[in-house]
């Protein structure tokens, strides 16, 4: 079974600029879930998408958006951003079955964002 | 307030040696606890979990975790330490919070492993 996959893996933008990632999960998961990591913040939950729903979300504001297609396959949209928002987007995928985000997560290589 | 908390940055140990990694939670009922290992430009990686049942967890790479409620405790343990090992280590609680399950992780052990 193929992993899960992130696109771009690297990315340069400047500041008030949008940005899309996107994530292909493992087949047959149709959990996805998004993680900012920063030096100074660590590891961040965004927000989980579970049949094209946000089912779950962190403590991050509106100007980071997500969505999930029928495939599964999930993206994030950050708008107007800014210099803090450059980090290492790691995005992940489960079964989704009960128990939600608490089941194993299988995670991406992450998109490295810089924002100049 | 809630929290995952990872006492030591930094830890280095000899080929061979065990190893404990410390993590300590503060949330008011038992959480759903993890381990995460994340390898130099790799995603992370599983290596055990714990919800419920039999306190002492094993897991993937020879590692093991023992929850102490006790003490919202959740220490990684393994007992011979190899070369590849080295590597940052997370702890993580999934935990409900506002109506929404969360997953807060701990800022990550850098392991070093010397010969």
């Known amino acids: 079974k193929a992993g899960v996959t992130q696109t771009p893996r690297y990315l340069i933008k400047t500041r008030g600029q949008q940005v899309t990632l996107s994530c292909s999960p493992i087949?047959?998961?149709?959990?996805v879930s998004w993680y900012q990591q920063t030096p100074g913040q660590g590891l961040q939950f965004l927000f989980e998408?579970?049949?094209?729903?946000?089912?779950n979300k962190g403590n991050f504001p509106g100007r980071f958006s997500g969505r999930q297609f029928s495939n599964s396959r999930s993206e994030m949209n950050v708008s107007t951003l800014e210099l803090g928002d450059s980090a290492l987007y790691l995005c992940?995928?489960?079964?989704?079955?009960?128990?939600?985000?608490?089941?194993?997560?299988?995670f991406g290589p992450g998109t490295r964002l810089t924002v100049l | 307030a809630q929290s995952v908390t990872q006492p030591d940055i930094h830890i280095t140990v000899s080929e061979g040696a065990s190893l404990e990694l410390r993590c300590n939670y503060s949330?008011?009922?038992?959480?759903?606890l993890f381990w995460y290992v994340q390898s130099p430009g790799q995603g992370l990686q599983l290596l055990l979990k714990?919800?419920?049942?039999?306190?002492l967890v094993q897991g993937i790479k020879g590692f093991e975790a023992e929850f102490k409620r006790s003490q919202s405790s959740f220490n990684l343990r393994k007992p011979s330490v190899h070369w590849s090992d080295a590597a940052e280590y997370f702890c993580?609680?999934?935990?409900?919070?506002?109506?929404?399950?969360?997953?807060?992780f701990g800022t990550g052990t850098k392991l070093q492993v010397i010969p």
């Open positions: 992940a995928s489960s079964s989704g079955l009960a128990g939600g985000i608490n089941n194993e997560q299988f």
């Open positions: 087949s047959g998961h149709r959990s």
């Open positions: 714990y919800f419920s049942g039999d306190t």
């Open positions: 998408y579970f049949s094209e729903t946000q089912r």
């Open positions: 949330y008011g009922a038992t959480p759903y």
């Open positions: 993580a609680v999934g935990h409900n919070s506002g109506g929404y399950q969360k997953v807060t």
